[in-house]
């Protein structure tokens, strides 16, 4: 083992490995039809469903208008946890790298709640679609339904896989047709015609702060789907940033021509008995077309339509049983959901759950798309609210670290530092390389700590400081949302909030099963900056006197901080699945064995501690010691001679039953 030598064969190799794995990658077209093919389906349902809501109605796209403004700014957001947080995962990992485990955990019971509310009302509203085709099938569209979602788990059990090549001939149909009938409206109806919709929308109604509110909460229905650009970032092209903020700004221009218009489109131009009929409702947008079209456009909308919404529950289905499976690597959730079956070698037990709580939900509502419309809100919102405050605190430790850079004059180490992590990866320019794990940028550190040095670093800091300022904006706004959604969708918040606290409640009883066996589930952390006075403890994958570390670190640090650094083995290669979440750590059984020790022992002394994970790579210790700056490294003494770039200023090594452990000492200035 090496920790800290290297080749350049072996560099090579592996850079040669990136390449041919990037190839296999998604690029933002790809990224963008992931996301459309998800997002763009809620325009089917969310007209009718809006139309439903009292003191909405035929406001519907007024509401959806207002809406999109904050959806832009959330894409600005979710573009930024793309870049930051490669591994995937989205609030889970974001709330539990900022705040702390737990909610990261209470995270993923929000988007599971999400996941089987779409799942749910997708696959409900693309059988209602095809009964516009097939009238008959209209009274049994439940049990179809139930009967769908049944044959989407048997496919995922099989071993039917995400593609976003599919996805991308579903987005194009989707967008497609939107245009079409936008198209056939236009040419129907004059230019002071659509003009004089607009006061049309407000007839009969009285806004008031509540039902601007209740609208603007309500409405965010029409922008479900946005979250999972957060999922695909394991599997996205370098750099992400780029890759990311392409994708949604294509998302956002078509989510923008089409969704506000056809909402508004619809409440308004259809008939009120079509409007108020609880299946046509569930139409509209087809109905829409053959209103001002033909019947052919009617039903080709209908069968697109219906196809890409069961898509897009199987793409429910699929984000679900993930979700269940990062929250079981987490320990949260009992091993037995990672289970696969000898057949296919599918997670059978985690595609069971996916699936059978849709279709209770389904059987608890009857098949009411309305009522499954209210209950939308509390995921959705709740993991958007988390997402965005969860980045905001990242953002801030960004910026409180530069302050300290600045005020003790270390920011020229800093920045060499960070070029130095640039020119090691060779990908001068892109920042992709350089993250902590807790999703703070070191270059952006680097950036506000020293004065600008010209334009460009003063238009990238000014940028920095308006996007952190519209970020808290942001989350006032959409936490804003979801407490208004709390109060006025009580079936939202009473569903929601019971799938939420049972998730929990198993999360807590696995916890405490764990504890009495003595190791509990520990999620790794970041490191922003120095941590005075600290310990540092080396445990690695090869090593025999992990053990013998760990206590020889928790006795030396006597209630000082504790680093514990695992250096695991190399990932080979290997290419995530879409909507994977791929954090190697997770994947590590050894590393999660001994930091779940560590953790168990670590609480008797109550000491601040940190858990750093990092795969073998030439400077993989010594960039954590560069950081860190602790006064004692502990090792295992036979390691002790590998650290080349760890310079103490004198080493002492300790004999203890059992094995020898090295302390490398250092007095920073």
């Not at 203890?656 to 250092?666: E, I, M, N």
Request: proline share 4%; glycine share 8%.
């Amino acid at each position: 083992m090496a920790l800290e030598s290297g080749t350049q064969v072996s560099s090579h190799t592996t850079q040669g490995d990136e390449r041919s794995n990037n190839k296999r990658l998604l690029g933002p077209i790809l990224c963008w039809a992931v996301v459309f093919a998800d997002i763009g389906t809620s325009v089917y349902y969310t007209p009718g469903i809006l139309y439903g809501t009292e003191g909405i109605t035929t406001m519907a796209g007024f509401f959806v208008f207002l809406t999109m403004s904050v959806f832009v700014l959330l894409t600005l957001k979710y573009a930024e946890v793309t870049h930051r947080f490669p591994q995937g995962g989205g609030v889970v990992t974001v709330a539990a790298q900022a705040i702390n485990s737990w909610v990261g955990a209470l995270g993923g019971m929000f988007i599971l709640v999400d996941y089987f509310l779409t799942a749910a009302i997708s696959c409900l509203s693309g059988i209602l679609y095809f009964s516009v085709v097939v009238p008959s099938l209209g009274p049994f569209a439940l049990w179809i339904t139930i009967g769908v979602l049944v044959l989407l788990g048997i496919l995922n059990w099989v071993g039917i896989s995400e593609s976003a090549k599919v996805s991308l001939v579903g987005a194009i149909v989707a967008f497609g047709s939107d245009l079409a009938i936008l198209f056939t409206v236009f040419t129907h109806i004059t230019f002071s015609e659509f003009i004089s919709l607009f006061p049309k929308m407000f007839a009969n109604h009285n806004l008031s702060a509540i039902s601007i509110l209740v609208g603007f909460s309500a409405s965010f229905l029409a922008f479900s789907g946005l979250e999972s650009i957060s999922q695909l970032s394991p599997v996205m092209k370098t750099p992400r940033k780029k890759v990311a903020g392409l994708a949604l700004l294509l998302v956002v221009l078509t989510i923008g021509i089409t969704s506000p218009l056809l909402t508004m489109f619809s409440t308004l131009l259809l008939s009120p008995q079509v409007l108020n009929d609880p299946v046509l409702n569930a139409q509209v947008v087809s109905l829409l077309g053959g209103h001002f079209g033909s019947i052919a456009l009617q039903t080709e909308v209908a069968i697109s339509a219906s196809a890409l919404l069961v898509f897009a529950s199987n793409t429910a289905i699929i984000g679900a049983y993930h979700v269940f499976m990062a929250l079981s690597r987490m320990e949260f959730f009992p091993s037995f959901i990672l289970q696969r079956n000898k057949l296919r070698g599918t997670p059978h037990f985690s595609i069971a759950l996916a699936t059978g709580i849709p279709i209770a939900v389904l059987l608890l509502v009857r098949g009411n798309i309305n009522l499954l419309g209210d209950m939308y809100a509390f995921g959705l919102l709740g993991a958007f609210s988390l997402t965005c405050l969860g980045l905001d605190i990242v953002r801030y430790r960004e910026r409180k670290e530069a302050r300290r850079l600045a005020q003790t004059g270390e920011a020229s180490n800093r920045i060499q530092n960070v070029e130095s992590l640039l020119a090691q990866n060779g990908r001068q320019g892109s920042s992709d390389e350089i993250i902590e794990r807790s999703g703070v940028e070191l270059e952006n550190v680097a950036m506000l700590a020293t004065p600008a040095r010209n334009w460009r670093t003063r238009l990238r800091e000014l940028w920095y400081n308006i996007d952190f300022w519209l970020g808290v904006l942001t989350t006032f706004l959409v936490i804003t949302a979801w407490t208004t959604n709390l109060v006025y969708k009580h079936l939202a918040t009473l569903f929601g909030g019971t799938v939420a606290a049972i998730g929990m409640l198993i999360a807590f009883a696995n916890y405490t099963i764990q504890k009495r066996e003595g190791r509990l589930p520990v999620v790794t952390t970041g490191l922003e900056g120095r941590l005075p006075n600290s310990v540092l403890a080396v445990l690695t994958a090869q090593n025999g006197r992990n053990d013998t570390v760990i206590r020889q670190a928790i006795s030396a640090a006597d209630g000082r901080p504790i680093v514990f650094l695992y250096v695991g083995k190399p990932n080979m290669g290997r290419v995530p699945r879409l909507f994977e979440v791929y954090d190697p750590y997770l994947y590590d059984e050894q590393a999660k064995e001994y930091f779940g020790k560590a953790e168990h022992l670590a609480q008797k002394s109550k000491g601040p501690r940190r858990f750093v994970y990092r795969q073998e790579e030439p400077g993989s210790v010594a960039q954590v010691w560069q950081i860190v700056h602790p006064q004692d490294t502990i090792i295992a003494a036979n390691l002790a001679p590998e650290l080349k770039d760890v310079n103490p200023d004198r080493i002492r090594y300790e004999i203890t039953p059992a094995g020898k452990v090295a302390h490398l000492l250092k007095r920073w200035e």
